[in-house]
């Protein structure tokens, strides 16, 4: 009675030498076996796969699931002559050779059955409350006479209590006994196996390296295992490409022994011919690819294709062979001659994913010496094929549209200039609605809409482009994880930075080292966990163009914000806008960010012109055209305003509804403005709108503000910011502690404000109550060493 397969499920390995891991997946097959033992019914379970395949491990996992961690038994080479038995922790062993029977059909009945148990059962003794199960492993083939040895076995064990369960790689008698319950272990799809890889490797494996390992190893984890171990770890992780073995492992040679064996002479000539792996290059002529391309590899070295010469190493110098490297970013594979081939080809397509590439990652490629980043003699194509698959689905002026917005981009990379915002602006409103776009090439425009602020468009794009295309290469495939991870980190949404970056560093987990990754993921954890940033500028940076190390910084700068370090914020904004002028992030929401940190880390008084000089160059009205861009910008011109109050604006924004505000904004408009009042004295103030800050970043999951909340309320009380509520006067009550702090009497006050001298007498006590202090003696005391921004020009 033969058990269907679970599928693909997880496999892990529990070996003869003791290692136990943790079996992931396999959760109909261990209920199976769990059932098994510890039912009634006398049956055998017979657990078949090739060897590797796991089941050793699946069925010590499912019977200490099921409690018999030590009232079961193995048994090992149990058709050798010196058979032993083992708990299954594997710490106790007892020979079995006494009991041990010839591999043959005459000799089969000399098995003492009732013997063999009996040892077995005063050796295992009362070791626990469990199922007893005997385990019988490494039966290999299953052969008639082994068959009718194990059903023996069995009807001996059922009658003392013992269920039978043995693993095979085949069965060569077919049917078998009703009595015998047949469960097969499947392959492993490629979610399992990519856990089996990293649990058992260092080093990260990329998704398609995975699925090449899959489809050679046919889901066998072993065999996926010692391929793996043959490659470096730039090809697991990609950076080099990776296309099959060129020989048979040890390990495939042992479970494939035994089909190889049984292949007639046609069969295997053909699988010697048979394409491999089922991979692009193996559908090609249209055949199908051989379910266990290991085996049709083993066929070829029997007919002797071992002895003919190797393949020649790749030309890398070649287009094809330079556009394979670009399309699947195996970006150590790209040495100076290749650059330099890239640069001196005419290929527009070649040259369009060169730049395109370099553009994505950040690379500047500086020791190419293959001359500028725009290969000469290629023509004007090449700016089609940088953001159209196939050019002629797009019109005439949205091709001259492209023409002109790559121009734009590469002049500013190279010397970060834009001279024309606005008409960058409708080029890329020209281009967005375009069909059958590359995504690098969306890539691009989502950075340039973004450090446009049109955050709109963005969006937009993402969601035009956003369909199933076949086809796409690792390169788009990365490069919409990148546009995706940008346009989250443009909104504040720190848990959706993470996963996109997530994603792409699954297919290529080089990309975890991208500087451009390096920075969102820096800020993103700040935001969701208050993760101090562990690095600053990377200790090489010369393969990095200036303007990824300016958003590099900016992105760390916003890291420092968030965590409360606003000193080291300002250093590295400072940096960021001097390396980019314009970020991914926007003008204006990394120049708030700026003049935060500023505010956050000068004391009263002594900003300055420091902060006024950051809205040169002046900023234009469509950088803050979208709400939460609006937004900051309130919050950027309030906090620079002259009096040292919080602005109509930014009162006006604050008690605003939440729409079309994002928690995002209102927290750091929150945080902005309590860490500013506090400084100036507002202290009651300040942290009504901090603690509303803090109710906020929990239920909208950015939990790392409120590190650098407690970090600056800390660093306020350490250094005196308890200090006077000078920011909860009222305006006629701060124009008389002005005049009152400049000699003035209370005459000479009532006629400045044209009010009575009993009104001055009642305001300045109350102005007394509400700063703390006694008299006007103690007024010009406070505002000698603690005045307010309001009062330290006057």
């Known amino acids: 009675m033969a058990v269907p397969s679970a599928g693909p499920t997880a496999w892990s390995q529990a070996g003869s030498r003791g290692r136990n891991h943790v079996v992931h ?35 010590l996992q499912a019977l200490k699931q099921v409690g018999a961690g030590s009232s079961a038994v193995r048994v090992v080479r149990p058709c050798s002559p010196r058979p032993s038995a083992h708990d299954l922790d594997n710490s106790r062993r007892i020979d079995l050779s006494a009991w041990s029977v010839q591999d043959h059909e005459d000799h089969d009945s000399d098995f003492d ?132 073995p060129e020989s048979v492992g040890s390990a495939a040679r042992r479970a494939y022994r035994a089909l190889l064996a049984g292949l007639d002479p046609a069969t295997a000539t053909a699988l010697a011919t048979a394409p491999l792996e089922g991979a692009s290059v193996a559908r090609r002529d249209g055949r199908a690819a051989v379910r266990h391309p290991l085996l049709a590899l083993l066929c070829r070295e029997a007919h002797g294709a071992d002895d003919e010469a190797p393949p020649p190493d790749r030309d890398l110098s070649a287009p094809g062979v330079v556009a394979n490297i670009l399309d699947g970013l195996h970006l150590d594979e790209l040495p100076a001659r290749a650059w330099a081939a890239v640069a001196a080809t005419p290929d527009p397509r070649l040259a369009a994913r060169a730049i395109g590439v370099s553009l994505m990652a950040g690379r500047a490629w500086r020791d190419h010496g293959g001359g500028p980043l725009v290969p000469d003699g290629v023509g004007a194509e090449w700016t089609d094929r940088l953001w159209w698959r196939d050019p002629a689905g797009a019109g005439e002026a949205a091709r001259a549209a492209g023409a002109r917005v790559a121009v734009a981009l590469l002049r500013l990379e190279e010397s970060g200039d834009l001279a024309d915002p606005g008409t960058l602006r409708a080029d890329l409103r020209l281009i967005g609605p375009t069909p059958g776009q590359d995504w690098v090439g969306v890539d691009i425009q989502v950075r340039a809409l973004l450090m446009l602020g049109d955050v709109v468009g963005a969006r937009g794009l993402l969601a035009d482009h956003s369909g199933a295309t076949p086809g796409r290469t690792v390169a788009e495939i990365v490069a919409r994880d990148l546009a995706a991870a940008r346009v989250a980190a443009f909104d504040g949404r720190a848990a959706d930075v993470l996963a996109h970056l997530a994603h792409a560093a699954e297919l290529r987990p080089s990309v975890d080292g991208w500087l451009p990754a390096r920075g969102m993921r820096a800020a993103a954890d700040a935001v969701v966990d208050g993760t101090e940033p562990a690095s600053t500028m990377p200790a090489q940076a010369g393969g990095w163009s200036a303007r990824v190390l300016g958003e590099y910084a900016a992105d760390l700068g916003a890291a420092h914000l968030v965590v409360g370090q606003a000193e080291g914020a300002v250093a590295l904004l400072t940096i960021a806008l001097e390396h980019c002028a314009w970020p991914y992030r926007g003008r204006v929401q990394v120049r708030c960010d700026l003049v935060e940190a500023v505010m956050a880390s000068t004391p009263p008084g002594k900003v300055g012109p420091r902060a006024q000089r950051l809205l040169d160059p ?87 503000w409120l590190r650098g909340i407690d970090v600056f309320l800390a660093e306020a009380d350490a250094t005196g910011g308890t200090g006077p509520e000078w920011e909860v006067l009222g305006g006629h009550e701060r124009e008389m502690v002005r005049l009152a702090v400049h000699g003035a009497t209370n005459s000479q006050i009532a006629q400045a404000t044209f009010v009575s001298e009993r009104t001055v007498v009642n305001r300045l006590r109350r102005a007394y109550a509400t700063l703390g202090i006694r008299d006007r003696r103690d007024l010009v005391r406070l505002a000698e060493t603690r005045p307010p921004a309001w009062l330290a020009g006057s």
């Open 25 to 59: 997946g396999r959760d109909r097959e261990l209920r199976v076996i769990g059932h098994f033992a510890t039912d009634l019914d006398p049956t055998v379970l017979v657990v078949r796969g090739l060897s590797g395949i796991g089941k050793t491990a699946t069925v």
């Open 618 to 704: 002046p900023l234009v009205p469509g950088e803050w055209s979208a709400p939460d861009v609006a937004a900051a910008y309130t919050r950027l011109c309030a906090l620079l305003a002259d009096e040292g109050a919080p602005s109509a604006a930014f009162e006006a924004a604050l008690h605003a509804p939440p729409t079309p505000m994002s928690p995002w904004q209102r927290a750091r408009m929150l945080v902005a403005y309590g860490r500013y009042a506090v400084t100036r004295g507002g202290r009651a103030t300040g942290e009504a709108m901090l603690d509303e800050a803090r109710t906020l970043v929990r239920l909208a999951g950015m939990t790392g």
């Open 113 to 244: 059955a009732r013997g063999f148990l009996r040892a077995v059962s005063v050796w295992a003794g009362d070791s626990g409350p469990g199922p007893r199960v005997l385990f019988v492993d490494d039966v290999g083939v299953l052969t008639p006479a082994r068959a009718r040895w194990l059903q023996h076995l069995a009807d001996e064990a059922y009658g003392q209590d013992w269920r039978v369960i043995a693993a095979v790689r085949s069965i060569a008698v077919e049917p078998l006994s009703d009595d015998v319950e047949v469960l097969e272990l499947g392959p492993l799809d490629r979610m399992s196996l990519r856990r089996v890889l990293d649990m058992e490797l260092s080093a990260p494996v990329a998704a398609d390296v995975v699925e090449h390992l899959r489809c050679w190893s046919a889901g066998n984890p072993r065999l996926a295992l010692e391929l793996a171990g043959s490659l470096s770890a730039a090809e697991l992780c990609g950076d080099v490409a990776w296309t099959g």
